[in-house]
């Protein structure tokens, strides 16, 4: 089976025994999955398609076997924070002088490790570079730096939220969320009428604990981990009650229906446009909705989202839209 991504091919063509190795924060690539190794991600995705193939998949939350691995592969993320991070929680969760490889796109910043390695006292050398990857090698080493401390707080909303590099909004409040924020105050009545409400995309829990403060019943999703564990975080530090759950939209869910779904939903995978997760949340929307439910989102004012709504719901409309952003409201058949 051949690689089906840039960094894999450049992997690929190597002369290196992989198997056994640890591939971190790896893309989607059946190349890897048919592989001998295990996975750590944040992305609860790339694990489910790791387990349904029966391998060995991690969170960077779990307890991961580091000792006896012949070595690890760093795919380098957008978010050069996130990939210091990763390098700080390789050092310290494998054991030093572990072989470790980082592979990632010219476009995607990889040539930063050159740098971030220098000031970690890591030394560097590079392997390949090939499709405008490049293949660089190090070996692992205690640094003394804790990975934990790249959680970091701020306020917004009379809210403490805590944020973590790669997560949604990281370290400020997003303006298309804060949008949401001033018609949710109409749109969903305080304590008296608590709802169950699905904050869709959770990123580091604003929403939330917003509406937890509020008295609403909340169940937390995102896909990714950090932004799983950012909410959990967010919740507990203001002295909230919710639910935070990993899942890839609804996948989690049981099935589960909700009074009001929110929603900031990203349409980026990467640096490339992607519609699918957003695409996914509107479609299945009223599966997940209780009768007379709502499903309020908000979005980038160019984005293609109104056919999308007027498919799966019949209708919608705009509660605001300052040009940049727009906020929508689609009501479950019936409740109009």
Not at 13 to 40: C, F, H, I, N
Not at 43 to 60: I, K, M, N, T
Not at 154 to 160: D, K, Q, S
């Amino acid at each position: 089976m051949s690689a089906e991504t840039p960094v894999c091919q450049l992997l690929e063509r190597q002369e290196a025994d992989y198997r056994g190795w640890l591939w971190v924060a790896p893309p989607r690539d059946a190349w890897l999955e048919a592989g001998q190794g295990s996975a750590v991600s944040a992305d609860h995705g790339v694990l489910q398609a790791w387990r349904e193939r029966g391998r060995p998949a991690f969170s960077p939350f779990d307890a991961v076997p580091g000792e006896g691995l012949p070595g690890a592969v760093l795919f380098w993320p957008k978010s050069h924070l996130l990939g210091e991070w990763w390098l700080l929680w390789l050092c310290a969760n494998l054991p030093p002088g572990t072989p470790l490889q980082l592979v990632g796109e010219n476009q995607g910043g990889i040539k930063r490790v050159l740098k971030v390695l220098a000031a970690l006292g890591l030394g560097c050398r590079k392997l390949d570079s090939a499709r405008r990857c490049i293949l660089f090698e190090t070996r692992l080493g205690k640094v003394g730096i804790d990975p934990d401390a790249a959680w970091t707080t701020f306020e917004a909303e009379g809210l403490t939220l805590v944020s973590h590099p790669g997560v949604f909004g990281h370290g400020k409040l997003d303006e298309g969320t804060r949008l949401l924020l001033e018609r949710l105050e109409a749109e969903l009545p305080g304590p008296d009428k608590a709802q169950d409400v699905l904050d869709m995309g959770c990123g580091d829990g604003i929403l939330a604990a917003w509406l937890a403060r509020r008295g609403h019943r909340v169940t937390a999703v995102d896909v990714n981990a950090f932004a799983v564990e950012a909410t959990r975080r967010t919740l507990a530090a203001n002295g909230l009650e919710g639910q935070a759950l990993a899942s890839d939209v609804y996948s989690a869910l049981d099935g589960r229906r909700f009074t009001a779904i929110v929603s900031n939903p990203p349409f980026h995978q990467e640096r490339s446009i992607d519609y699918g997760p957003a695409g996914r949340l509107i479609r299945e929307a009223p599966e997940h909705l209780l009768p007379g439910g709502t499903l309020l989102l908000v979005a980038n004012a160019f984005l293609p989202y109104p056919d999308l709504l007027e498919s799966a719901f019949g209708g919608f409309e705009i509660l605001a839209d300052d040009r940049r952003f727009r906020v929508y409201r689609a009501p479950a058949v019936g409740s109009r």
